[in-house]
Nanobody, 113 residues
């Protein structure tokens, strides 16, 4: 079955940057599917942060527009989330979503001084 593996999280100061990666394993038609990044902060529900469709359109939640960039490499079955100008409110566990696949373990992002 399809499996997603997230990586790249860590502890950064406000204003810093991180690049998250998600490798999709076991996918035959990776390039045609919409890939999404979600995050879940302590005490809050999981929310969609960004997605990129198989045909090209990209969407972001308002709170990260201008700061986060989603992209993918179809030759590597990998989706990325470049996060710049990080704020404390970005602190959360970040998850990658592939259609019908189970959630992975996520990767922790902590933004603190």
């Amino acid at each position: 079955q399809v499996q997603v593996v997230e990586s790249g999280g860590g502890l950064v100061q406000p204003g810093g940057s991180l690049r998250l990666s998600c490798v999709v394993r076991g996918s035959i038609f990776f390039s045609i599917h919409t890939m999404s990044w979600y995050r879940q902060a302590p005490g809050k529900q999981r929310e969609m942060v960004a997605n990129i469709t198989g045909t090209g359109p990209i969407n972001y939640v308002d709170s990260v527009k201008g700061r986060f960039t989603i992209s993918k490499d179809n030759t590597k079955n990998t989706v990325y989330l470049q996060m710049d100008s990080l704020k404390p409110e970005d602190t959360a566990v970040y998850y990658c979503q592939y259609p019908l696949a189970s959630w992975g373990q996520g990767t922790q992002v902590i933004v603190s001084s």
